[in-house]
């Protein structure tokens, strides 16, 4: 498998321990703008040498095709890292399914970077992974993300209630699916 994909406007890419520091500067910069929608961080989150051990475990697990998340650089500025997709809790067998993450950076939002991004991995994890099930977990005071979804192909199957943990506070989510077209 490429770690890198293309698409019209982005370089995705699987990185390694040697990218922390591109990592770091991403999740440092969009610190305010991400926390409000993701778990409490451990102490350590916002240091290099953290940073360093996640892209050791997620290359391992990438290796395993237990994982996968691309980090997405615009192609004329290849050295920023602008957001993240990620496929994580992945299932073979009888499942064949996942969970969707992403993210962009508070400074790229609304240019459809996360659209392009989302299409593109959509296509390789169907494709190539041959996963049959996706599913997105929304907060439902993430409007512009459940729209994103929708607009992707996601359709909604109900309320996961008290799924996810975010600000130290269980929440309710709406679960998005899509299944593999290409079947």
């Given at each position: 498998?490429?770690?890198?994909?293309?698409?019209?406007?982005?370089?995705?890419?699987?990185?390694?321990?040697?990218?922390?520091?591109?990592?770091?500067?991403?999740?440092?910069?969009?610190?305010?703008?991400?926390?409000?929608?993701e778990a409490v961080k451990v102490p350590n989150f916002y240091t290099l040498d953290y940073q360093r051990a996640v892209l050791?475990?997620?290359?391992?697990?990438?290796?395993?095709?237990?994982?996968?998340?691309?980090?997405?650089?615009?192609?004329?500025?290849?050295?920023?890292?602008?957001?993240?997709?990620?496929?994580?809790?992945?299932?073979?067998?009888?499942?064949?399914?996942?969970?969707?993450?992403?993210?962009?950076?508070?400074?790229?939002?609304?240019?459809?970077?996360?659209?392009?991004?989302?299409?593109?991995?959509?296509?390789?994890?169907?494709?190539?992974?041959?996963?049959?099930?996706?599913?997105?977990?929304?907060?439902?005071?993430?409007?512009?993300?459940?729209?994103?979804?929708?607009?992707?192909?996601?359709?909604?199957?109900?309320?996961?209630?008290?799924?996810?943990?975010?600000?130290?506070?269980?929440?309710?989510?709406?679960?998005?699916?899509?299944?593999n077209p290409y079947e």
């Open positions: 498998m490429n770690i890198t994909q293309e698409s019209r406007r982005l370089f995705l890419k699987v990185l390694s321990a040697n990218d922390a520091k591109l990592v770091l500067d991403f999740y440092i910069r969009n610190k305010d703008f991400f926390e409000p929608w050791v475990d997620e290359m391992n697990q990438f290796i395993r095709s237990k994982y996968l998340r691309f980090y997405l650089f615009l192609k004329e500025n290849p050295n920023t890292i602008i957001g993240s997709v990620c496929f994580s809790n992945i299932h073979y067998g009888i499942y064949q399914n996942c969970l969707l993450g992403y993210k962009i950076d508070k400074n790229y939002i609304r240019h459809r970077y996360g659209a392009e991004a989302i299409a593109k991995s959509l296509d390789l994890i169907f494709h190539e992974w041959k996963l049959h099930r996706i599913e997105v977990l929304i907060s439902p005071k993430n409007i512009p993300s459940l729209n994103l979804s929708k607009k992707l192909g996601f359709y909604p199957e109900g309320m996961s209630y008290s799924c996810i943990k975010i600000n130290g506070q269980w929440q309710d989510c709406h679960r998005l699916v899509m299944i």
